[in-house]
T-cell receptor
Framework: AQKITQTQPGMFVQEKEAVTLDCTYDTSDQSYGLFWYKQPSSGEMIFLIYQGSYDEQNATEGRYSLNFQKARKSANLVISASQLGDSAMYFCAMREAIQGAQKLVFGQGTRLTINP | NAGVMQNPRHLVRRRGQEARLRCSPMKGHSHVYWYRQLPEEGLKFMVYLQKENIIDESGMPKERFSAEFPKEGPSILRIQQVVRGDSAAYFC????????????FGPGTRLTVL
């Protein structure tokens, strides 16, 4: 079974600083996908970024980038120039294939707080 | 293009009552996933459905929980005889294809059992 580990229950960062949220994963599949979602206090799940296991380049989306280290089985999220609105829960997830469909396995999450 | 819609957003039930949660996937999406989030935890997969078919229900509790996705209308997650431990946020996600890279989530339904 696949597993996602997020070892940082909470992080506190000063506004405008960069922040790295850790995520390690465990799988025996050769083909897999890794996702990061943001969950603000309002509760919705917002898709941030995706990395495929065969992608050679690290994924980037605006201020978000994914530091993908396949040999170490890590997929850390980097947020550059943090903003107050980045305060939220962040979840790392892995795609697990079931009969061709893709269910997601989530980590426990990291609560990020940006201080002014 | 409307996103995934869920209703109600908040639902309060007393122990023993039934809860019905509805999910309308994005237009053109025929694959629906239900997840449950207990307080202070990540989301846990419950069930995957296509129109009129349950493909994988390995994450569903064996009793009291059921799901459907009829040919017409929204997907329904039904919880019979609710207990306090059912209090959680229930999220629905949809994708256009089974192997689609991204699942799009609805805003969730927060169920509170008194």
């Amino acid at each position: 079974a696949q597993k996602i580990t997020q070892t940082q229950p909470g992080m506190f960062v000063q506004e405008k600083e960069a922040v790295t949220l850790d995520c390690t994963y465990d799988t025996s599949d050769q083909s897999y996908g890794l996702f990061w979602y943001k969950q603000p206090s309002s509760g919705e799940m917002i898709f941030l970024i995706y990395q495929g296991s065969y992608d050679e380049q690290n994924a980037t989306e605006g201020r978000y980038s994914l530091n993908f280290q396949k040999a170490r089985k890590s997929a850390n999220l980097v947020i550059s120039a943090s903003q107050l609105g980045d305060s939220a829960m962040y979840f790392c997830a892995m795609r697990e294939a079931i009969q061709g469909a893709q269910k997601l396995v989530f980590g426990q999450g990291t609560r990020l707080t940006i201080n002014p | 293009n409307a996103g995934v819609m869920q209703n109600p957003r908040h639902l309060v039930r007393r122990r023993g009552q039934e809860a019905r949660l509805r999910c309308s996937p994005m237009k053109g999406h025929s694959h629906v996933y239900w997840y449950r989030q207990l307080p202070e935890e990540g989301l846990k997969f419950m069930v995957y459905l296509q129109k009129e078919n349950i493909i994988d229900e390995s994450g569903m509790p064996k009793e009291r929980f059921s799901a459907e996705f009829p040919k017409e209308g929204p997907s329904i997650l039904r919880i019979q005889q609710v207990v306090r431990g059912d209090s959680a946020a229930y999220f629905c996600a949809s994708s256009p294809l089974p192997a689609s890279d991204t699942q799009y989530f609805g805003p969730g339904t927060r169920l509170t059992v008194l």
